[in-house]
């Protein structure tokens, strides 16, 4: 099946920095979404980019499927950014069934 | 616009006990996917429901899992009886429909239920 690793596992940063996030994916994909696990464990649908750039405030994201891997941008970090971001990609001509990877803790200081 | 509601949000039962949990999807979605996070592990999918038909099961575990989708509206899964790996915290998500690369696939969690086998 879909392979979908993420990295860095861990990153740190200082609040107003920036940082990318990457996603790769070992197969055709129908369906990639970010999220980000805010605190009390809720998934917090970010983004559903199978292809192409899409931004959303201080957040963006790009996915090259030809490629095979997606990067979540944050601009401005702020302490509420502080949490998990998962992957989730599904496989093309499957049942749309998602495979996580295994997230980028990330954290915020002021 | 309500989004996906789960219930219990936590549930805490002895080993051998059942366990109901309980989804209800966002109105007019008729896809309906149940995953589990276990402990360490990463979040994994049990099955899928569009409509009331299952379309794709392969990631329940064994047989004390059984999920039910009477009427295509909310979606029950019972654990009977539960052992202690079956602790984590199980997500249900819904989606508009799948029809391949369109954003009506995108899928929408809840908020989860912690379950907790003693």
């Known amino acids: 099946g879909i392979q979908v690793e993420q990295s860095p596992p861990d990153l740190i940063l200082q609040e107003g920095a920036n940082s990318t996030l990457r996603c790769n994916f070992s197969?055709?994909?129908?369906?990639l979404q970010w999220f980000h696990q805010n605190p009390w464990g809720q998934l917090i649908n970010l983004f559903y980019?199978?292809?192409g750039t899409k931004q959303n405030g201080r957040l963006s994201a790009t996915t090259v499927a030809t490629e095979r891997y997606s990067l979540l941008y944050i601009s401005s970090s702020q302490t509420t950014d502080s949490g998990v971001y998962f992957c989730?990609?599904?496989?093309?001509?499957?049942?749309?069934?998602?495979?996580f990877g295994a997230g980028t803790r990330l954290a915020v200081h002021p | 616009e309500a989004g996906v509601t789960q219930f219990p949000s936590h549930s805490v039962i002895e080993k051998g006990q059942t366990v109901t949990l309980r989804c209800d999807p966002i109105s007019g979605h008729d896809n309906l996917y149940w995953y589990r996070r276990v402990m360490g592990k990463e979040i994994k999918f049990l099955l899928h429901f569009v409509k009331e038909s299952k379309q794709d099961e392969s990631g329940m575990p064994n047989n004390r899992f059984l999920a039910e989708r009477t009427g295509g509206t909310y979606s029950t899964l019972k654990v009977q009886p539960a052992e202690l790996e079956d602790s984590g915290v199980y997500f249900c998500?819904?989606?508009?429909?799948?029809?391949?690369?369109?954003?009506?696939?995108?899928?929408?969690f809840g908020p989860g239920t912690r379950l907790t086998v003693l």
């Open positions: 998500a819904s989606s508009q429909r799948t029809s391949g690369t369109s954003s009506t696939d995108t899928q929408y």
């Open positions: 989730a990609a599904s496989l093309s001509g499957g049942y749309n069934k998602l495979i």
């Open positions: 197969d055709s994909v129908n369906n």
């Open positions: 980019i199978p292809s």
